[in-house]
Nanobody, 128 residues
Framework: QVQLVESGGGLVQAGGSLRLSCAAS????????MGWFRQTPGKEREFVAA????????DYADSVKGRFTISRDNAKNTVYLQMNSLKPEDTAVYYC?????????????????????WGQGIQVTVSS
């Protein structure tokens, strides 16, 4: 049973930074593609960032490109989302997700259907 637990959220002023962590347990994390999504009330969950199992390839939503960085430490079974220059529109519940082998195609990385497991989500609030 895969478990994903997010941490590091909270309240920050615009222009500030936060680092989200997602700790995985229950299987060999190093084989999984990982993603971050976010959701605000009344809206669909949207893609934020993804990282391939090896860490060699990443991708970002246009809205966060240049401000957010996804990374992973396979020895610690953890994926990170470093968020800099935060804006009020980044306020959302952030979710991490795992795509375990046999992995879905990387081309699906921006869609929810690529991922098999989801964390419970963590609130990020950016004040203006």
């Amino acid at each position: 049973q895969v478990q994903l637990v997010e941490s590091g959220g909270g309240l920050v002023q615009a222009g500030g930074s936060l680092r989200l962590s997602c700790a995985a347990s229950g299987r060999t994390f190093s084989s999984d593609d990982m993603g971050w999504f976010r959701q605000t009330p009344g809206k669909e969950r949207e893609f934020v960032a993804a990282i391939i199992w090896s860490g060699a390839t990443t991708d970002y939503a246009d809205s966060v490109k240049g401000r957010f960085t996804i990374s992973r430490d396979n020895a610690k079974n953890t994926v990170y989302l470093q968020m800099n220059s935060l804006k009020p529109e980044d306020t959302a519940v952030y979710y991490c997700a795992a795509d375990i082998p046999p992995r879905n195609p990387w081309s699906l990385r921006k869609t929810e259907r690529k991922y098999d497991y989801w964390g419970q989500g963590i609130q990020v609030t950016v004040s203006s």
